[in-house]
């Protein structure tokens, strides 16, 4: 327990000095707190909607409490039915309870994820909202250009970070025509085809949290790992207690060192654990430049042991995430450590004693030589040592 609190609080920190993060919306944190809201939450994240909620910047969700999602599930919709209905729930604007009382002329329409996937058929991808008499709120999902009768009312606000985030309660699931009718996504299955994972998820879900918010925090490292999840993509992710205690080095990177670590731990093919155990030698990764050798890592195997070793550090497979082609995910016990980023082997962990070259007691150890890569030790310090946890962290990826 003290582990994940402690993760918890370094990854919130860690992502809040990212720039990309820094209005990102933990909506499952904020619902766990709510146990009326157990069933909605639950099915965000099933349908993978919690995600996208997390990338946008300026939202409103929409949540229904357990007997009202209990009313909705009962209709025995598939699960990319049920997707898109709760997508008419996350609208993309900002509504809180004064907002909603102050709509000028009684009405406003708001887009909705629904709308933004591109699924939604005409303009059914809104949502109507509307002052009733007595000070009540209406919320219409939109069919075929017509608003449909009012299907929810406002009931309370939930929480709300001002001009962000609104999160408010409201009387029934906005149950749309369009959107039961549209459903890119199959009903779950035992075994999904590894098209229907998100492989993010299945990070957060297997060990690898810390190592998935870096990804998310990463708008073009994400996009190359989820690119290459299609067609095929070996992942070689750090166990999050290896990754945590990476984090301050990690720090130390130039922004594009970043990308090159994290990018150093795919593959852009598929490999089974059965065929990495049979193979032994170097191997490409996406941080390789299609015209050098860089950024490459070398698989060895002993047994049903394999290990995938850099010139810095050698890291063993303890543990399958997922392997089905085209997507395989493999936990590593330790980071995979370039040469390219740093100019000298980090100690492992059984050394018996510290190297003469080994860093100052209050630096990293392993950490980039003096370069554009490095920062102060003071950096480092202030981000070990801050005791501030920020509203919004990532307590929610160590809970899965």
Not at 24 to 43: C, E, Q
Not at 319 to 344: H, N, R, Y
Request: proline share 8%.
């Amino acid at each position: 327990m003290e582990l994940h609190q402690a993760a918890a609080t370094l990854i919130t920190l860690t992502l809040f000095l990212l720039p990309s993060t820094t209005n990102a919306h933990n909506i499952s944190s904020i619902l766990a707190k709510y146990p009326d809201f157990s069933t909605f939450n639950n099915y965000l994240t099933i349908t993978l909607l919690a995600p996208e909620i997390y990338r946008r910047e300026t939202i409103t969700v929409c949540a229904v409490d357990n007997p009202a999602m209990d009313r909705f599930l009962s209709n025995g919709l598939t699960l990319g039915a049920i997707k898109n209905v709760l997508s008419l729930h996350v609208l993309l604007d900002y509504f809180d309870a004064e907002k909603l009382l102050l709509i000028p002329n009684g009405t406003a329409q708001s887009a909705t994820l629904f709308q933004a996937t591109g699924f939604s058929p005409d303009s059914s991808g809104f949502v109507q909202i509307t002052n009733l008499n007595g000070g009540n709120v209406g919320f219409s999902p939109k069919d075929d250009s017509r608003a449909a009768p009012v299907a929810a009312t406002f009931v309370k606000s939930v929480e709300a970070v001002p001009h962000n985030l609104s999160v408010i309660q409201i009387s029934a699931a906005l149950l749309s025509s369009a959107a039961k009718a549209t459903a890119p996504v199959p009903a779950p299955t035992p075994a999904p085809a590894p098209s229907e994972v998100n492989f993010t998820v299945a990070l957060w879900t297997h060990g690898c949290s810390a190592f998935a918010a870096l990804l998310l925090a990463s708008a073009a490292v994400e996009q190359t790992f989820e690119a290459n999840s299609l067609t095929g993509l070996t992942v070689f992710c750090p166990s999050d207690e290896a990754m945590i205690s990476f984090i301050p080095i990690f720090e130390n990177l130039t922004v594009d060192g970043k990308q090159s670590l994290l990018e150093y731990h795919g593959m852009g093919f598929y490999k089974s654990l059965s065929s990495l155990r049979s193979t032994n030698g170097p191997a490409s990764t996406l941080a390789t430049d299609g015209a050098t050798k860089q950024f490459r890592v070398n698989v060895q195997n002993d047994g049903n042991d394999v290990t995938v070793k850099t010139p810095m550090v050698t890291a063993k497979i303890v543990g399958t995430v997922l392997d089905k082609d085209p997507l395989a995910i493999f936990q590593l016990d330790k980071v995979l450590m370039p040469l390219e980023l740093f100019s000298s082997p980090a100690p492992e962990a059984h050394a018996k004693a510290p190297k003469p070259s080994a860093p100052a007691p209050d630096a990293p150890a392993g950490s980039p030589a003096d370069g554009p890569n490095r920062k102060s030790n003071g950096a480092a310090a202030r981000f070990i040592s801050s005791g501030v946890i920020l509203s919004i962290g990532f307590a929610f990826l160590l809970q899965f």
